[in-house]
């Protein structure tokens, strides 16, 4: 599964309003105006559903939210297997 892919899919067709911009992986969602409180709840139940994962408001803070790249990071957390 390319998590980049389908979370840039969703970010592009879903919450940005222009788009036919170009939104790359570490490009700022926050400062671009993509991405805010009501596009990341609508996200965060993407995310929640999409990849059967549940984040805690201590997640809830902007470094996890602020590029494509950042939020495959946070997923990607709550793939790994427990040890």
Not at 13 to 20: I, K, P, R, S
Not at 34 to 48: H, K, P, R, Y
Request: glycine share 8%.
């Amino acid at each position: 599964m390319d998590t980049t892919r389908v979370l840039g899919r969703f970010i592009q067709v879903e919450l940005a309003d222009d788009q036919d911009a170009v939104i790359g992986p570490e490009d700022d969602l926050l400062d671009r105006g993509v991405l805010d409180s009501a596009g990341i709840a609508q996200l965060l139940a993407f995310i929640e559903e999409r990849f059967a994962i549940t984040v805690g408001d201590d997640e809830l803070v902007p470094e996890n939210f602020r590029s494509i790249n950042a939020i495959n990071g946070l997923i990607a957390t709550k793939l790994v297997p427990p040890v």
